[in-house]
């Protein structure tokens, strides 16, 4: 069982516990639910407490998290760990592994590869990604261990990805369009005034050899969200062929998730994290004569 301390401060003094762990620790209402239902879930100062209990300044809560009772089915898969505490794991997810298994295959996946490494280490946790890279983009990949951590993280990382895109663009600039399912597909999107909102800013490198790199944040965080959009500028990822991309330059779509930082939500320690980039998009790069570390 995972136990979270915190202090409360003086802002706090006469607050009902709920609001101070809903505002202040950014605890969840699903995992405030849950909390209720374990014994010993909510503590002050050492003792039981209720939702409605009034703090005061310099309490000790504590929260015992309910300990997960399920984990993936394991695979013996090497991955590349960043970053690993009691709380969170940043992994450098390959191009070429899922996030999850699918019907009839229940393996090689990276929930499969970190079940493994997790269990190696005497540890059983539910796989909980912050976010999710496609198939076939690699990069930085953070999990949490934990519902608080999952809850706390969610739309609180600032990640960069590197692309090359086809064709030259030049300065930089944002794509804002929706997003939606495209007609009679289950997995392909299109720009859509009746999609979900969408932003996406980019910034050009360089550009050589009708192709393009490029530096991209989001605002949000669509489903193929950057190949939509920067096919929807006539600008198709380098091998990205759902999207209108060629493969004749690499086998995959030239995405790689290279950077995240946040701010820990149980040590306020701020992270910043690296993913190096893969040996087929370093070749890429080299056609635009590009070196990267």
């Known amino acids: 069982m995972r136990t979270l301390t915190f202090t409360v401060p003086a802002e706090y003094e006469g607050c009902r516990l709920k609001g101070f762990l809903r505002g202040y620790c950014r605890v969840s209402a699903r995992l405030l639910v849950k909390l209720k239902r374990v014994h010993g879930g909510l503590c002050i100062n050492g003792a039981h407490a209720t939702a409605v209990t009034l703090l005061h300044a310099g309490d000790s809560i504590c929260l015992n998290l309910p300990q997960d009772e399920e984990s993936p089915v394991p695979s013996e898969i090497p991955i590349s760990i960043l970053y690993e505490d009691a709380d969170l794991l940043a992994v450098n997810k390959p191009a070429g592994m899922a996030m999850y ?24 946790c539910r796989f909980r990604p912050v976010y999710r890279l496609d198939k076939n983009t690699s990069g930085i990949v953070i999990v949490a261990k934990n519902s608080y951590i999952a809850a706390a993280l969610s739309h609180n990382i600032q990640k960069e990805y590197i692309a090359v895109c086809e064709g030259a663009l030049f300065g930089c600039g944002t794509i804002s369009s929706p997003i939606s399912l495209a007609p009679g597909s289950k997995i392909q999107r299109t720009v859509s005034p009746d999609g979900e909102a969408a932003v996406t800013h980019w910034q050009s490198i360089c550009s050589k050899n009708d192709l393009t790199f490029l530096k991209i944040r989001l605002e949000t965080g669509r489903t193929h969200q950057i190949r939509v959009h920067l096919s929807s500028v006539f600008h198709p990822l380098a091998g990205d062929d759902l999207y209108g991309g060629h493969r004749d330059k690499i086998g995959r779509q030239a995405l790689h998730c290279i950077s995240a930082s946040l701010i820990h ?25 590009v070196s990267i570390a």
């Open 101 to 124: 298994p699918v019907p009839g295959s229940d393996s090689g996946t990276l929930s499969n590869a970190v079940a493994f490494h997790w269990r190696t280490a005497e540890e059983t």
């Open 265 to 289: 939500p149980v040590t306020g320690e701020a992270l910043f994290l690296q993913a190096p980039v893969p040996e087929d998009f370093v070749l890429l790069l080299h056609e635009l004569d």
